[in-house]
Each structure stands twice: as C-alpha cells, then as structure tokens.
C-alpha cells in the first residue's frame, strides 16, 4: 500500500521534474536532452542477460570504472549496461568505456518505465553503486527473478533517520534486495535495523580506497602545470578548493584574499561541484577584484592571474595534481562532504569543514593519523593554509600521512568483485 501511495505521489510530481529538468538545461543544456530514456523509452537494445550497473553521478561512476573494467577483462562476451542519473556522470562513462558498453539515463522510478527499460535490456543482474533505493525498481526486479546487489553501500545516520520515517515503504523494499555490501560494520548494522537480512549483508570496505594515479593522468597534470608555470620549486603555490557547493565559495574566497597578504602570488584553483554554477562562481571572483581565468577556455595563465575556475568535467585528478593543499568542499556546508581519497593519493594535505557525515569513515582515519585538519569557517580556513605553506615539514607530514591511510586500506574492489562473480 506505501509503495502505490509512494508511486501515485511520483506521477503528480512528473511534471515539477521535467520543469526542473527544463530549468537546469538553461545552465547545463545536456539536461534538455534524451527525456526518453528518463521514461523508460530505449531506440537501441543491447544483448540480454548481461550486467546492469547503475552509478548515479560523477562520483559512483568513476568509483566503479576499476570494477567494470575487471568484469570486462574476465567476462568479455559479457554485455554491460550502465545508467546514470547526470550528464556528468554520462560523459564519464563515455569517457572510460566508449561503445564498449551500453549507456543510458535511469528511468524515473515508476513501474511503467522501469518495466520499459527491463523489457530492453533483460539483465542478469542489477548492481547499484553506494545507496540509490528505489521502490519500484527494485520490486520491478523482484517481480522478474533479477538479482539486485549494493555495493561500495552507505548509510549514514541522518539518512538511516530518514528512511526510519518511511518505515512501511523502506522495510519491504529492503528485503527484496539480494545483497548490500556495505562498506562499514557501522553501515551494514544501519541496514539490518531498517529491514535488510542479517544473512544477505556483507562488510567489503569502501572501494574508493582503491583509487590509484595512472601515468596518462600524472603525465597530464605535469603538462597543465608546466603550461601554467607552476612547476618546480620555484613555481607558484597552488590552493585547490574542489567539489565546492552554494555557500562555500564565499568563505574559500574571502581566506584566500586574507592569505593573499602573506602569499601574494597564491593561486587559488576552485571547482564547483555542479556544472551550473560555474558562472555563479566565476562572477563571485571577479565581483571581489580577483583576476579570474575559466579553465575552459585554454588561456596562458599568466602570473596576473589570481584564481582559476575549472569548469570542466572529468578532470578533477588532475587538477590535484597541480596543487600543494587541498580543500574539498561539501563539508563547509550540510552537504556531507566530497571524496577526501583523491586528494590524497596525490600526498596532498588535506583540509575540509565539519560536516564529513557522508565520509565519517575515511574521517576518522584520516583525523587519527593527522592527515586531515578540519576549520570552520573563512578565518580559520586562512590560518591553517597559511600554516601549512609557512612549515614544509607539517605539510610533507600530512600528505605522507593521508597516502598511508589509502595504502592501507585497499582491497575492497577485489572483495566486491568476487562477491560480485556469484551473480554473473
């Protein structure tokens, strides 16, 4: 009864959705495009009996890349399809895997689409990366005998909260799944308490600890640094300030002009999580007197040049790898924070806000071994990048301390995968 008051909600909302869709395409026109697939209307069909693996966004994609890529070397008569709910996360998958797999947007959860989509690509599996649960999807599986596993899954305590509330929806649609491989003890007993089998739970690690620095992306980073003159010891420093939302932008900027006094010729590198304020952000810079180049548009940055807006996608590795600390945002606002482990497999020292509750695992780690400095807001973020600048030896120590967290602590993707092979 929850699931059909839940889906009848869903089709009153229909048409707020495909409005909002509309107005995001006004910054970010990839929104405006392919609305089918969004229903559940697929022109191609891919071979069935493959698997499905579904990564919402930017992040869960590229977590899963590794995984995907493993499957294909073993299993290469095997057909793979992968969905996303982004843009973003569309052209990572373009990006990684070309026609190599079939690619599509997730329908909207509704029993009409998905059965839509499942009538296509009659997969063998679906496996969702972290915590995308959604009621219909699930059931529509059920319905057809296809198995549907989490993997890499979390579950914070505001979330667990959240689904509590939801209790006659959440509880059946949990003990439909197959599988939920979650990434702490403290996650996999959150799932139990809302309804998920003792015996269907796995603790497997957070995959993201398997994030590792290939040769094309140390190589393009060292291209980008030399075209911006900031290589060697005697280049400029760089801050970077990555995955920033709404709110944060404001604090990064003013610090950095309070650092500017002891730092003058600081470059501050800032990545807007989402695609559409990338304007917004450009226009903050420039409204405080700050020289601002748009990393887009390929211009020399000379040394004139006191902020760089990387309103690109997919480069986020490497534009760590020009920096020499790092801040990663969605943490100085109730966002919950951003993936800390990219930064830190370039050694970098790392600095974020409070709220870490979505990475309160590779929090704890990395604050027990120093790694990681927390500030609160523009005054403190300053004081702790100009201490980190002013002592090398704290900063080597914190960088070398936040690779060791990563170093040992791999091995999840491995423990994924074989859980994984039951399935295929």
Known sequence: ???????????????IIFVRLFLRSRQAPQYRLRWGERLGFVRNTPKPKGLWVHAVSVGETLAAVPLIKRIQAEYPDLPITITTMTPTGSEQVLKHFSDS???????????????????????????????????????????????????????????????????????????QLSLV??????????????????????????????????????????????????????????????????????????????????HPTLLLLIVPRHPERFDEVVKLCEDRGLHTLRRSRQEPCTTQIQVVVGDTMGELMTLYGVADIAFVGGSLVETGGHNLLEPAVWRLPIISGPHLFNFSEVDQLMSAAEALMKVDD???????????FSDPELSDRAGKAALKVVEQNRGSMERLYQQLVQFI
């Open 1 to 15: 009864m929850a699931r059909r008051f839940y889906t009848l909600f869903f089709y009153l909302c229909l048409p």
């Open 101 to 175: 797999v079939f690619h599509l947007y997730i329908p909207y959860d509704l029993p009409g689409a998905v059965r839509r989509l499942l009538d296509k690509i009659k997969p063998k599996v679906l496996l969702v990366m972290e915590t995308e649960l959604w009621p219909n999807l699930i059931d529509q599986c059920q319905r057809r005998a296809i198995p549907v596993v989490i993997a890499n899954a979390r579950l914070s305590e505001r979330s667990a909260a959240g689904y509590g509330r939801l209790d006659a929806l959440v509880r059946p649609m949990l003990k």
């Open 181 to 262: 491989i979650a990434q702490t003890e403290q996650d996999s007993r959150r799932f139990q308490e809302l309804g998920v089998d003792r015996q269907r739970m796995v603790v497997g690690g957070n995959i993201k600890f398997d994030v590792s620095l290939n040769e094309q992306v140390r190589a393009e980073a060292e291209r980008v640094a030399r075209a911006w003159g900031i290589d060697g010891k005697n280049g400029r420093k760089v801050l970077i300030a990555a995955s920033t939302h709404e709110g944060e932008e404001p604090i990064i900027v003013t610090a950095f002009q309070q650092i500017l006094v002891n």
């Open 378 to 388: 523009e005054n403190e973020l300053a004081a702790k990048v100009d201490e980190l």
